[in-house]
């Protein structure tokens, strides 16, 4: 299954260059991350979290996501969940532009509250408290374990762009390279794989870590 979502990932992120030919345009360090966006909305809106909800009702088994009956709980919630953490991260996104720490802030306290929808069935005034509550109380031994997932994704960046910038032919820094050499050449097919297997790992690390809140929210004072 992961090997299968990994090359799912690395296809639908080779679209994106597809979709700018389609659209007629040019090179532009705008334009990428937007045709980027747009190619991986079905990776993060149905089959990552698709990944997550099953992989809670295997290993835990509760009644908000229980093992006999957790597709059919998930056809209900996933699009109300991906609407809550779109606009989560508009939230975040305002909030980092405003001096970081409201982004910082609101992330922090609101993060979990699309999980809790998707895995435990609650509503979204519901699961914005809960994540409120739950993160006030243990905020630091979480934030540790976010910040490591991003340290691994920072580190893992940085060597993909190193080996990029050794495999690809001389560009312009402002434009980057164009639609069509992204779509053809072979090192970008093989890091959008990689990366699809990265972005798998983050995710059910982030599946792990609100396993860890919910014990330690139901564990005694």
């Not at 909305?41 to 957790?70: H, K, S, T």
């Not at 490591?148 to 762009?161: F, G, I, K």
């Amino acid at each position: 299954m992961a090997l299968g979502l990994a090359l799912l990932a690395m296809v639908l992120a080779q679209l994106a260059p597809a979709l700018e030919l389609a659209a007629g345009v040019g090179p532009s360090l705008i334009f990428q991350p937007i045709f980027g966006f747009t190619a991986l909305l079905p990776l993060e809106m149905y089959f990552i979290p698709r990944l997550q909800a099953q992989l809670d009702a295997e290993v835990l088994n509760l009644p908000g996501n229980p093992a006999a009956g957790w597709q059919g709980l998930f056809d209900q919630r996933w699009v109300m969940t991906f609407l809550t953490r779109l606009g989560v991260s508009v939230a975040v996104g305002l909030g980092l532009l405003l001096f970081i720490i409201p982004g910082i802030v609101v992330l922090t306290l609101f993060g979990w509250a699309p999980m809790r929808m998707l895995l435990r069935g609650e509503g979204l005034v519901a699961a914005l408290k809960g994540s409120q509550a739950a993160m006030t109380r243990n905020w630091p031994r979480i934030v540790q374990a976010v910040l490591a997932l991003l340290l691994v994704a920072l580190t893992y960046q940085m060597a993909a762009s190193w080996a990029m910038d050794r495999l690809l032919p001389a560009m312009d820094p402002e434009l980057g390279p164009g639609a069509l050499l992204r779509l053809k050449h072979p090192a970008f097919w093989f890091f959008n794989f990689l990366g699809g297997l990265l972005n798998l790992w983050i995710s059910c690390s982030l599946l792990a870590l609100y396993h860890r809140l919910e014990a330690l929210v139901a564990a005694p004072s």
